[in-house]
């Protein structure tokens, strides 16, 4: 009997919260993502969602990111990771009142990070949750850091850092435009989606995209490429597709074909 490698699906913050309005969750778009991932009944998924207007806008005010330098920061830390446990909090209702065994693994409780980065990850109970059958959700957090005292893990490190350390199968990422761009959509009109790229063509475009317009705490697009570098290295298919519009995640999760950027570690000869 086939064991299959875990799939990671990341659902942005900008797809199921308002980033214009602080705490504005999009209720709906989580009851329609829980629809589809009851649907697609993935074995083995693993889910990571985003901060949005939950996360960002406190960690940017107490500059949390860069780590404690005052006392007063204290209180912007903890804020920062109550009001991801009220946004993880309305994702779960969503999952399991539809009979979903989805089951929350709190970053801060399991990770702590050495400059930003991931350095002691206590997996034990994700891959016990896993062996199970359960669904387990994490989400970018605030979290302690040997060097700084403590800073923001972006979904996107956790994504990469999950994929390769659970030899994924493919990773999915959900977000608020169609793939990935050689310019903001939202403010280029003459922007170009990629469909495909290769790990090295990933590597060029990363050395050439700006930073974003709009300042997000874990580095938006910009941010996004980075991260998915590990994954695509360990030979881990990424596959970007705009969650917003209905039916999106359900058809990348059923493995049918959905508009969007695929890349790969290389170029996949057919035939």
């Not at 090295?200 to 941010?223: A, C, I, Q, S």
């Not at 705009?242 to 359900?250: E, G, L, R, S």
Request: hydrophobic share 40%; proline share 5%.
């Amino acid at each position: 009997m086939s064991n299959p490698n875990p799939t990671v699906l990341k659902i942005g913050g900008s797809v199921i919260t308002d980033k214009s309005k602080e705490l504005q969750v999009r209720m709906d778009v989580i009851n329609r993502l829980a629809d589809e991932i009851k649907r697609a009944a993935v074995p083995k998924l693993i889910i990571v969602h985003g901060g949005g207007s939950f996360g960002h806008p406190l960690a940017q005010e107490y500059g949390v990111r860069e780590g404690l330098k005052k006392d007063s920061q204290k209180i912007g830390f903890s804020e920062t990771h109550h009001v991801m446990t009220v946004l993880n909090g309305l994702f779960m209702d969503a999952l399991i009142w539809r009979n979903i065994p989805a089951v929350c693994i709190t970053p801060s409780s399991c990770i702590i990070t050495e400059n930003g980065r991931v350095k002691h990850f206590e997996d034990k109970p994700l891959k016990k949750l896993l062996e199970m059958g359960f669904l387990p959700v994490l989400y970018g957090d605030a979290v302690l850091d040997i060097k700084l005292g403590f800073t923001i893990l972006s979904g996107d490190q956790l994504v990469s850092n999950i994929a390769t350390r659970f030899n994924a199968e493919r990773v999915i990422i959900g977000v608020d435009v169609d793939g990935l761009y050689d310019a903001d959509p939202k403010v280029e009109e003459k922007a170009r989606m990629f469909n495909r790229l290769t790990l090295k063509e990933l590597k060029n475009l990363h050395g050439r995209v700006g930073k974003p317009k709009n300042y997000d705490v874990t580095g938006g697009m910009f941010g996004k490429i980075a991260e998915l570098l590990p994954a695509v290295e360990s030979g881990i298919p990424v596959k970007i597709v705009n969650a917003t519009k209905p039916n999106y995640i359900y058809k990348v999760l059923k493995g049918e074909k959905v508009k969007g950027t695929l890349i790969e570690k290389g170029r996949v000869r057919v035939g």
